[in-house]
């Protein structure tokens, strides 16, 4: 839990006399919150009124209500208990980072506390602060910048963060993005390993946000907030929104932790004072502006809404702010899904939600490599690894990289190894281009002296990922774990070309263009 510190009485006096007829100033009434947002100018991380300089218009939260600060930097809000109180940082400004780069921007207000009885959750937190108070720091923003994004790291054990710090993190110290943020799943059921995974991302040396997922929450816990109890404790609200250059960020915490009786299960939904939350949020940006919403179970096709009228409400908001884009993971899969008016999206243009592939890949199954490290080949054929987000000014496009290879594997191309040269032969050619939007134009050919060809768009469970299971299926007993079902593929392009080949090796080229990037892979076919 955050930890902030207070300004006395006297110095509220002193410093904002227009305040002075208040009955109780400052005070926590057992109805309000109070408190200032300031430009720590000592960088203590205390407001002093003789040297720190008070910030207006900033935006507070309650996890329900959003205010903004006066001219003072003075907010209040309800106090709601087993709630947060939040800054919501601005353009241009900063906030401090704890030693494992998370955010420092709330306070969790349970004054009974939150827990399960497996983990250790939220200890209560006692009376509020007279005041409550956030520091900010000066920091220019560009109009252009990446966010670094990880679907499930979602480790087991100890042994499989170092799967991750290997074969993921290694590759990323260093980098130059804006932030990280990882799409829920942060672990796999075992909270004790928050720190762990926490401290090993905070080594890539940028700030991280956490987005709670399914396997984030205690399940032993006996209501939504109980159940969230570590998460708490380790990451503070579940959902909370920031603004980064010239886009707005919104967290979701789109989990529903159910209990009735014996039974335990979760469905997807946000809950009322959440959907109040968006409602105060969308309701005060600028209509133009790109609204970036993090979440980790997609809206659709992953599991069922607990509530089909809050449903339909969400959509309803989103469709106000049509300048908006989710990204969510859970999937363990890489697709574009264009949210229409069939799954009763009112807009007038789809909303563009992006299940983001994962770091865990197929939950580290597969093979291990010589390294001792899982394939982990995901359903739909794309290999583990993570992504990039880029904005630009109002727009945005995404990148995608597979973990441990160079930056231009993009694709991969399923053809014959070889095939006789006693004729013409026809061929099927399969293109799995990871991220390739569906309106994705894509041609190959064959040899230097080929043509150009179309290739069709035709989603389909992945052959290469089909050619996996079956080799290691032939392999009997193994020690690890092998991969589940193949999924169909939503990016899988075919050809069926005629080859009238000369004897030799010949090169299989591919292209695919979208109105992001353009893609391109190869593969060698021996005619014999």
């Known amino acids: 839990m955050r930890q902030l510190l207070f300004i006395s009485f006297a110095a509220v006096f002193f410093l904002f006399p227009g305040l002075q007829n208040t009955s109780i100033l400052y005070a926590q009434t057992g109805s309000t919150v109070k408190g200032v947002v300031y430009y720590d100018k000592t960088e203590d991380g205390s407001f002093n009124p003789s040297a720190d300089e008070p910030i207006e218009g900033v935006a507070v939260s309650n996890g329900r209500d959003v205010v903004v600060t006066n001219s003072n930097g003075v907010y209040e809000l309800p106090a709601i208990e087993n709630s947060p109180i939040f800054v919501i940082k601005p353009r241009n400004w900063r906030l401090p980072v704890?030693?494992?780069?998370?955010?420092?921007?709330?306070?969790?207000?349970?004054?009974?506390?939150?827990?399960?009885?497996?983990?250790?959750?939220?200890?209560?937190?006692?009376?509020?602060?007279?005041?409550?108070?956030?520091?900010?720091?000066?920091?220019?923003?560009?109009?252009?910048?990446?966010?670094?994004?990880?679907?499930?790291?979602?480790?087991?054990?100890?042994?499989?963060?170092?799967?991750?710090?290997?074969?993921?993190?290694?590759?990323?110290?260093?980098?130059?993005?804006?932030?990280?943020?990882?799409?829920?799943?942060?672990?796999?059921?075992?909270?004790?390993?928050?720190?762990?995974?926490?401290?090993?991302?905070?080594?890539?040396?940028?700030?991280?946000?956490?987005?709670?997922?399914?396997?984030?929450?205690?399940?032993?816990?006996?209501?939504?907030?109980?159940?969230?109890?570590?998460?708490?404790?380790?990451?503070?609200?579940?959902?909370?929104?920031?603004?980064?250059?010239?886009?707005?960020?919104?967290?979701?915490?789109?989990?529903?932790?159910?209990?009735?009786?014996?039974?335990?299960?979760?469905?997807?939904?946000?809950?009322?004072?959440?959907?109040?939350?968006?409602?105060?949020?969308?309701?005060?940006?600028?209509?133009?502006?790109?609204?970036?919403?993090?979440?980790?179970?997609?809206?659709?096709?992953?599991?069922?809404?607990?509530?089909?009228?809050?449903?339909?409400?969400?959509?309803?908001?989103?469709?106000?702010?049509?300048?908006?884009?989710?990204?969510?993971?859970?999937?363990?899969?890489?697709?574009?899904?264009?949210?229409?008016?069939?799954?009763?999206?009112?807009?007038?243009?789809?909303?563009?939600?992006?299940?983001?592939?994962?770091?865990?890949?197929?939950?580290?199954?597969?093979?291990?490599?010589?390294?001792?490290?899982?394939?982990?080949?995901?359903?739909?054929?794309?290999?583990?690894?993570?992504?990039?987000?880029h904005i630009e000014g109002n727009d945005w496009k995404m990148k995608w990289r597979t973990a441990g290879r160079p930056a231009d594997v993009q694709m991969h191309i399923d053809a014959p190894q070889s095939i006789p040269a006693d004729g013409t032969e026809k061929i099927t050619v399969t293109a799995n281009i990871y991220n390739a939007l569906p309106s994705a134009e894509v041609k190959m050919k064959i040899g230097d002296e080929g043509e150009w060809i179309p290739m069709q768009r035709r989603p389909q469970k992945p052959p290469e990922r089909l050619s996996v299971m079956e080799r290691e299926e032939e392999l009997g007993e193994v020690p690890w774990r092998k991969l589940g079902n193949a999924h169909v593929s939503e990016h899988i392009w075919v050809a069926e070309p005629e080859v009238p080949l000369d004897p030799g090796v010949h090169l299989i080229q591919v292209k695919a263009e979208d109105k992001w990037w353009e893609y391109e892979g190869e593969r060698h076919l021996l005619v014999k």
């Not at 886009?247 to 209990?259: G, P, T």
């Not at 469905?267 to 004072?273: F, K």
């Not at 890489?334 to 008016?341: A, S, W």
Request: a negative charge; glycine letters at 10%.
């Open 98 to 389: 704890d030693k494992n780069q998370m955010p420092d921007y709330y306070y969790m207000h349970s004054p009974q506390g939150a827990s399960g009885e497996d983990y250790e959750g939220l200890s209560p937190t006692g009376k509020l602060p007279e005041s409550l108070n956030f520091p900010l720091y000066p920091n220019k923003e560009p109009n252009n910048f990446d966010v670094l994004v990880f679907g499930d790291t979602q480790p087991r054990d100890h042994k499989e963060i170092g799967y991750i710090e290997r074969d993921v993190i290694s590759e990323l110290t260093g980098m130059d993005a804006a932030f990280g943020v990882t799409l829920g799943d942060v672990v796999f059921d075992d909270l004790s390993l928050f720190d762990h995974i926490t401290s090993s991302i905070s080594t890539i040396g940028i700030p991280w946000r956490y987005v709670p997922g399914n396997h984030d929450i205690d399940f032993s816990g006996n209501d939504n907030t109980d159940a969230r109890g570590s998460w708490y404790r380790t990451f503070g609200p579940s959902y909370y929104s920031f603004s980064y250059g010239p886009a707005h960020f919104i967290v979701l915490d789109d989990i529903r932790w159910i209990v009735e009786e014996d039974d335990r299960y979760y469905r997807t939904g946000l809950g009322e004072d959440q959907m109040e939350f968006l409602r105060n949020e969308i309701r005060r940006l600028d209509k133009d502006r790109l609204l970036v919403l993090l979440t980790h179970i997609p809206y659709e096709g992953s599991t069922q809404w607990q509530d089909e009228d809050e449903k339909k409400a969400f959509y309803e908001l989103l469709a106000g702010h049509p300048n908006s884009i989710s990204l969510a993971a859970h999937t363990h899969e890489h697709y574009h899904h264009f949210i229409d008016n069939e799954d009763g999206y009112p807009g007038k243009e789809p909303h563009h939600m992006i299940s983001v592939g994962t770091v865990c890949g197929s939950w580290w199954s597969g093979a291990p490599d010589e390294y001792g490290i899982p394939h982990a080949m995901m359903s739909d054929g794309t290999p583990n690894g993570y992504a990039f987000l």
